[in-house]
């Protein structure tokens, strides 16, 4: 077992660390509300729409409880600062995420895709939990998914610190989430795979580029 590894997987960072972890939240909270918001408004100006769906894929059941699921993401990611602590980790991160968002911003305006499942009317418990998930995902931005994009690569960053089982129930969570966006009905599965393939792409030319964690 690597150093690493021994490590808690929570633990308190240092306060330069945090302050700095604080600084790039607060920063990339700004941008994302400036690209996502900015271009879902875009979007619904005009009424061009680029279908996504594939065929039957309409008659994929909705489950509800996968919301909370679908939600998991945010406070899994909100964890970073506590769970990346060496230098150069927790950067690394918010670099790639940053990447992510300004190219999946870029599909959002100049391809923007139509989501074909019928709006679910949601009571009872689970009602909060998808009413929750239906406001963050706006209306307009799909094709890829960022919000799978965002889930591999926090897996993929916080599993770098864990062995093989920590990574596999990462992975398991990653691929969880990506199922949710589906099974809620916020995504089709062109989108998914959109999101798969940004965080790949992502991972392999930003993160490994500013990531400075020894090996």
Not at 4 to 9: A, G, H, L, M
Not at 150 to 177: E, H, Q
Not at 187 to 199: F, M, P, R, S, Y
């Amino acid at each position: 077992m690597s150093p690493v590894e021994r490590e808690p997987f929570l633990a308190w960072p240092t306060w330069p660390a945090f302050r700095r972890a604080l600084a790039l939240s607060a920063g990339f909270a700004l941008l994302f509300a400036l690209v996502y918001g900015g271009a879902d408004r875009l979007t619904s100006l005009h009424s061009v729409r680029w279908r996504v769906d594939l065929p039957g894929e309409l008659a994929i059941p909705f489950f509800a409880p996968l919301s909370a699921v679908y939600l998991s993401m945010n406070v899994v990611l909100a964890l970073g600062p506590w769970v990346l602590r060496r230098e150069g980790e927790f950067e690394a991160l918010v670099w790639t995420l940053t990447a992510e968002l300004c190219a999946a911003g870029i599909f959002f305006v100049l391809f923007p895709a139509a989501l074909k499942f019928p709006q679910p009317d949601v009571t009872g418990f689970w009602g909060p939990f998808f009413k929750a998930a239906d406001t963050l995902n706006l209306d307009h931005n799909l094709f890829p998914s960022l919000h799978v994009a965002f889930a591999c690569t926090t897996a993929a960053a916080f599993g770098a610190r864990r062995g093989p089982t920590g990574r596999a129930a990462l992975n398991v969570w990653a691929a969880a989430v990506a199922a949710s966006t589906v099974l809620t009905h916020q995504h089709h599965i062109l989108d998914v795979v959109g999101g798969v393939a940004l965080a790949a792409a992502a991972h392999r030319y930003v993160h490994r580029r500013f990531d400075r964690m020894p090996a």
